[in-house]
């Protein structure tokens, strides 16, 4: 595998249920990214981990909880969600050579969708 | 903090024809911009970027941008579009003097008619 990869590609989950986003980069980067993009939105940062520490949150719903167990892999714990929620989720990579110049690498998504 | 726009949420355009994607950003001292390109039920991927130097970026697949500091601006051009370039365009833009994460622009949709 190269690049980016996310699994599972779509997911349709009940309000109630509990289900996890994987994420997994293959490129050797020190920092990883979950972005929510919804119709008609901007692209939404959700949460940044460098160095597997967080160090953003963007006033993301508790009902979404993520987890950086490594450098490469990178999780979207998700429970009791709403339809709102229903999007396509993005993971991405990056060097985190800091000082803005990273390209992001993305994933081709989860399209998610909340019953 | 930095914020992009890109006026046009949808661009039509016939094949062969030139295009231009517009992007404004707000005022900063220096910044670095990007362009995405985004294919269906795909990721985003890097069509260029402009960190410093020529004002004149060239990327792939034919496109290039133009960083033009007193109008804001970092326009995406190509002189001949196909119908592969069907996809989301997006702009981003970082703050060397602020968050290292980049911010994006709602994104135009290029649909490119045979």
């Known amino acids: 595998e190269t690049g980016v990869t996310q699994t599972p590609r779509h997911l349709v989950m009940g309000m109630t249920n509990k289900k996890s986003l994987k994420c997994e980069q293959h490129?050797?980067?020190?920092?990883m990214y979950w972005y929510k993009q919804s119709a008609k939105k901007p692209l939404e940062l959700m949460f940044v981990?460098?160095?597997?520490?967080?160090?953003e949150n963007n006033s993301v719903p508790s009902r979404f909880s993520p987890e950086c167990p490594n450098s490469s892999h990178l999780f979207l714990h998700l429970h009791t969600l709403q339809p709102e929620d229903s999007a396509l989720y993005l993971c991405?990579?990056?060097?985190?050579?800091?000082?803005?110049?990273?390209?992001?690498?993305f994933g081709p998504g989860t399209r998610l969708t909340v019953l | 903090a930095q914020s992009v726009t890109q006026l046009d949420s949808q661009v039509p355009v016939f094949e062969e024809a030139p295009v231009e994607l517009r992007c404004n950003y707000s005022?900063?001292?220096?910044?670095?911009l990007f362009w995405y390109v985004q294919y269906p039920n795909q990721g985003l991927q890097l069509l260029l970027k402009?960190?410093?130097?020529?004002?004149l970026v060239k990327g792939i697949n034919g496109f290039e941008a133009e960083f033009n500091k007193s109008q804001t601006s970092f326009h995406l051009r190509k002189p001949s579009v196909h119908i592969s370039d069907t996809a989301e365009y997006f702009c981003?833009?970082?703050?060397?003097?602020?968050?290292?994460?980049?911010?994006f622009g709602r994104g135009t949709s290029l649909i490119v008619h045979p």
């Open positions: 490129l050797g980067h020190n920092a």
């Open positions: 005022s900063s001292v220096s910044v670095y």
């Open positions: 402009y960190l410093s130097g020529s004002t």
């Open positions: 981990y460098s160095l597997e520490e967080r160090v």
């Open positions: 981003a833009v970082s703050d060397p003097g602020g968050s290292y994460i980049p911010t």
């Open positions: 991405a990579s990056s060097q985190d050579e800091g000082g803005g110049t990273d390209t992001q690498y």
